[in-house]
């Protein structure tokens, strides 16, 4: 592409990356991400064939991000979700600094089996509901659902859709994974939570929790949706230790789910395909379409030709440095974007395992430091507004810049030796 053309290309991307992550005059992020790919057509920067061939690269996500929503959504309409921060709660038995830590390991699993956006969406307001009722203070606690969200996000492979964007089909099977991630995530989630944990020590001193608050019964609707969730983790599992593509298994597992709880109690699936967040598939698209664009002006080449150059000199400086320059962009740019990016680099040319687990951890564990970091966070301030609870930009980034640099140095540490 000549280089006017790629500045040209570049003045559609920026403004509308950056529409994404400040959505002015409050329009919604796919809004966005779709006008800067009509643009890239409009202007004839890609073809349509060039931008069909953009979103069809991201149809394994779609499929992941549509089950996972589905499942997500089903559990919550079920009550599982409030049953689960109910049980907290009560099994705190009076102690913020227990609720804190049981909270942090409800987060945990929900966002190794249902992924991060799940924590962000639905954990969240269950969260919420559950410390008012004990009589609490609801930030401490909602904070966990934020940075546990980003930190526990690397577990596994369906713990977080940005996974399934930087590695596509290249995905490790699941042992391979395990043995890349499982001990820098150990790191990430131990580092995330005692830095955390010092942040709030001031908050939780001063809280005083009900012992005794009323717990939701699960219903057969929620035990529906407890075993189709166990199905679909096991499922999940299956398919990555067998190497198989993780978005059509999802998506099946999901409609399977729906369909025994819709059918078993003759209820109407509207309220709950209302309540998932459409929008995101169609921003999904059209950042595959603006990263189609990047790589047809040469700049993911020549990305890919600079972390060549840093390897030859040595490799585990490439390492570290892909590592915290990714975390950087996330805040930049938001880690969908960066990514895809990311993606594009490493399907351009062979990198070391350690090298890609880096920019893995990075793109993953380095949204944690700002609000803008990654969609996640995104969708845990949406929640937040809905109960009225602002958590300023500011706010954030001063706990952010605390928790985000040793959870990332422990984490690569441990990735890269």
Not at 372 to 395: H, P, Q
Request: with cysteine; charged share 10%.
């Amino acid at each position: 592409m000549p280089s006017h053309e790629a500045l040209l290309t570049w003045s559609i991307i920026v403004p509308a990356t950056a529409g994404v992550i400040v959505r002015p005059f409050r329009l919604p992020e796919a809004v966005w991400a779709v006008a800067g790919a009509v643009a890239l057509v409009v202007c004839n920067f890609l073809s349509v064939s060039e931008a069909l061939h953009g979103v069809a690269k991201g149809l394994d996500v779609y499929f992941f991000l549509t089950g996972m929503m589905l499942a997500a959504e089903l559990a919550r309409y079920a009550g599982l979700f409030d049953y689960m921060a109910a049980f907290a709660v009560e099994h705190a038995r009076g102690s913020p600094q227990r609720l804190f830590l049981l909270v942090y390991a409800v987060g945990i699993l929900v966002t190794v089996f249902l992924s991060n956006d799940a924590t962000a969406i639905v954990l969240t307001p269950a969260v919420y509901a559950a410390t008012r009722a004990a009589g609490a203070s609801p930030l401490p606690y909602l904070l966990v659902c934020a940075f546990i969200a980003n930190a526990a996000s690397f577990v596994l492979p369906i713990s977080n859709p940005a996974n399934l964007v930087v590695f596509g089909e290249r995905m490790p099977h699941l042992f391979e994974w395990l043995r890349q991630f499982a001990v820098p995530s150990v790191a990430a989630i131990v580092v995330t939570y005692f830095v955390l944990r010092l942040t709030q020590r001031r908050a939780l001193a001063e809280e005083s929790l009900a012992r005794f608050v009323p717990h939701p019964k699960l219903g057969r609707d929620g035990r529906l949706a407890a075993i189709g969730i166990t199905t679909l983790g096991l499922v999940l599992l299956t398919a990555s230790a067998l190497d198989v593509q993780l978005g059509l298994p999802t998506f099946v597992c999901a409609l399977v789910m729906a369909t025994a709880v819709f059918g078993l109690g003759r209820q109407s699936p509207w309220p709950v395909l209302g309540g998932i967040s459409w929008s995101v598939l169609p921003l999904v698209a059209g950042l595959f379409v603006m990263v189609e664009a990047l790589v047809k002006t040469g700049a993911v080449g020549q990305l890919a030709a600079f972390l060549q150059a840093g390897l030859e000199k040595s490799p585990t400086q490439a390492a570290w440095g892909a590592g915290i320059v990714t975390a950087i962009a996330d805040n930049v740019a938001n880690n969908l974007p960066v990514g895809l990016v990311a993606g594009a680099v490493a399907a351009n040319d062979h990198l070391p395992a350690r090298v890609l687990s880096a920019i893995l951890i990075g793109v993953d564990l380095g949204p944690n430091l700002s609000v803008t970091g990654s969609l996640a966070t995104i969708l845990w301030l949406v929640a937040l507004r809905r109960e009225n609870i602002d958590v300023t930009a500011w706010r954030f980034l001063k706990i952010g810049v605390l928790v985000t640099p040793p959870a990332l140095l422990a984490a690569l540490a441990a990735a890269i030796y």
